[in-house]
């Protein structure tokens, strides 16, 4: 499986830092993560298996869910019937099922 994710905006530029088990958040259970939410906007990316790169070819690639192919770099790659998903970039050329 893999997994894209991107955090929130850090607080200076829409909402305070925030503690967990005090305030309004004082019941809030945070066992596994911070206590103090204070984030810069960050991206991340399991590893793990791609399942866009089962595809080997246009036909194979946009049967596979959520994937597209990429007619200027031959590539299949995670995407919608838009365009790719997260930092792919495809010159031009996009090719998913709607």
């Known amino acids: 499986m893999h997994v894209h994710y991107i955090a929130g905006p ?7 830092v925030w503690e967990f088990g005090k305030g309004r958040f004082a019941s809030v259970m945070y066992d596994g993560i911070p206590q103090i939410w204070d984030f810069n906007c960050t991206t991340f990316s399991a590893k793990g298996i791609d399942t ?3 595809g080997q070819n246009e036909d194979s690639c946009i ?3 959520l994937c597209g192919w990429c007619i200027s ?25 709607t």
């Open 10 to 16: 850090k607080h200076d530029y829409i909402n305070p």
């Open 52 to 54: 866009c790169k089962e």
């Open 63 to 65: 049967e596979l869910p």
């Open 73 to 97: 770099s031959q590539e299949c790659m995670p995407g919608d019937s838009y365009s790719p998903f997260f930092e792919a970039k495809c010159e031009s050329g996009w090719k998913a099922k």
